[in-house]
Structures are given as C-alpha cells and as structure tokens.
C-alpha cells in the first residue's frame, strides 16, 4: 500500500487549495480515509476523516464549514477541499486510511493503517 499526497503550496489568507492522495495496492470502498496535520511545534492532528463502515464524516472546529473530504474509488484517490484558508492552516498534511478510521466520526492516529508523505500548506497573510 502506498499513498503519495500532493497539491500542497503557498496561498494568500482567503484562498484555496485542494490536496490530492492518489492511493495503490488498495479499494478505497473499504477503507475510512482521513487527512490530518502538523503545525511546527505542535502535535499532529485530525483535521477530518471519513467512514466507510457507517459513512460517518469528522471535521475539527477549525475547519468545519471551510473544509471537504470525499474520495474517487474509481481512481483510488482521496482529497481534501479546503477554501476560506487562514494563517493558523499552515502545516504539513498527511492523508491516512484505515478500515476502521472515521468510523462514529472519529479522527485520530489510532485509526490509521498506513500514512502518506506530508505535503506542506502555507498560508501568508
């Protein structure tokens, strides 16, 4: 299983970006995705994850509203919307699946089988 993140960058505060995770050697039908992130000096979180087992789907506060995941099985790709981006966005991403991640809306590195590379995100003001 291998999952290569990309489409990260520099953006001006307001703007968007959406961040691609092209996944091999799995069917994402069975898998809960999720994308999460680290800011410098702070631990990795869960920004938001989805279920396949009960199609349940998480957001953390700081993005509910501004943020968007959903998954194209059919091209074992999973993404992450993001627009409204503000300085406190900035940070390294990482998408993650798991068969049981998402599920009951949770969202935490517990539920992750296998991680992508980090695509780094910054915001300027």
């Known amino acids: 299983v291998q999952l290569q993140a990309s489409g990260g960058g520099l953006v001006q505060a307001g703007g968007s970006l959406r961040l691609s995770c092209a996944a091999s050697g799995v069917n994402l039908d069975y898998y809960g995705i999720g994308w999460f992130r680290q800011a410098p000096g702070k631990e990795r979180e869960g920004v938001s994850c989805?279920?396949?087992?009960?199609?349940?789907?998480y957001y953390s506060d700081s993005v509910k509203g501004r943020f968007t995941i959903s998954r194209d099985s059919a091209k074992s790709t999973l993404y992450l919307q993001m627009n409204s981006l503000n300085v406190e966005d900035t940070a390294v991403y990482y998408c993650?699946?798991?068969?049981?991640?998402?599920?009951?809306?949770?969202?935490?590195?517990?539920?992750?089988?296998?991680w992508g590379e980090g695509t780094q995100v910054t915001v300027s003001s």
């Open positions: 993650a699946i798991g068969p049981w991640l998402g599920y009951g809306s949770s969202c935490h590195g517990g539920g992750v089988n296998n």
């Open positions: 989805s279920s396949s087992v009960d199609s349940s789907t």
